[in-house]
């Protein structure tokens, strides 16, 4: 495992996009404290040897440190990190207190790579880095940085598709290419942080998402995306992305054949 640092990147900087076709992820071979779902004593395990359900550190939404429980973790095969994570990878910035891309931080090599989330929106690596699931494939190379309110509304609504949906969202194998999903996956973060901070504007993130959804997944995956998802395109409705995302606050029949719904 190569240690890695504390973010430093200028509130101005852009993210500098990972190799083409490659996955932005963290290092496997970075370790983090945790304990397994029947195990008392925490010990430092390496990503790569994570599984859903384990318990690592990391911090809550007042940023206080804590148990976080693993709720999707997959592989992304092998690619080039910084340190412990690609160049695009979010992680919280000390200095800035928000979450931001991790730059060329740290000594470039290629390692096997992963995505996982947890029930909390960091978690906090051996070195004290503290990363979350996202990365600017994502949110687009624009975003090269969220404030944390922001960042809390995304973390929750990304949690909340893979407790409806499943973890297949973090394995490579779910997605067609890496060109592809950076080509749709912006415009689903712009709307899912639209439709957190307002429940009656989700109309846009119902056609991101079902863009995202038939251009970017593999065949397998997209027929357990339209499984959870029964009413695409309906924001109004329950089995919609923003009913799921927003813990069903979306949902009013009444707007129904409206422009909100």
Excluded at 23 to 51: H, M, P, Q, W
Excluded at 133 to 138: A, E, G, K, T, V
Aim: charged letters at 25%; one cysteine or more.
């Amino acid at each position: 495992m190569k240690p890695s640092v504390t973010l430093s990147v200028s509130p101005s900087s852009s993210p500098s996009p990972t190799t083409e076709g490659s996955f932005s992820c963290i290092a496997g071979d970075t370790g983090i404290l945790s304990k397994g779902k029947n195990e008392i004593v925490e010990s430092i395990t390496l990503v790569r040897d994570l599984k859903i359900g384990d318990y690592v550190h990391g911090v809550d939404k007042k940023k206080k440190s804590t148990t976080c429980k693993i709720e999707a973790i997959g592989s992304f095969g092998t690619g080039p990190v910084y340190g412990n994570y690609t160049d695009d990878h979010f992680v919280y910035n000390e200095t800035s207190k928000k979450v931001q891309v991790h730059g060329e931080t740290g000594p470039y090599r290629e390692v096997d790579k992963y995505d996982l989330i947890t029930d909390c929106p960091l978690v906090e690596d051996e070195s004290g880095t503290k990363f979350g699931p996202m990365d600017s494939d994502f949110c687009g190379a624009k975003r090269g940085k969220i404030g944390w309110k922001k960042y809390l509304l995304l973390h929750k609504a990304i949690l909340n598709v893979v407790r409806k949906s499943g973890t297949f969202w973090f394995q490579e194998s779910s997605y067609q290419d890496m060109k592809t999903l950076r080509k749709f996956a912006p415009k689903v973060c712009r709307n899912m942080i639209k439709c957190m901070k307002n429940n009656r504007k989700c109309k846009g993130l119902e056609k991101a998402s079902e863009e995202l959804v038939n251009n970017v997944l593999t065949k397998s995956a997209k027929v357990q995306a339209k499984k959870a998802f029964t009413n695409f395109g309906s924001s109004c409705l329950t089995g919609s992305v923003s009913a799921v995302i927003t813990g069903g606050k979306s949902v009013d029949e009444s707007l129904i054949g409206t422009a909100n719904c």
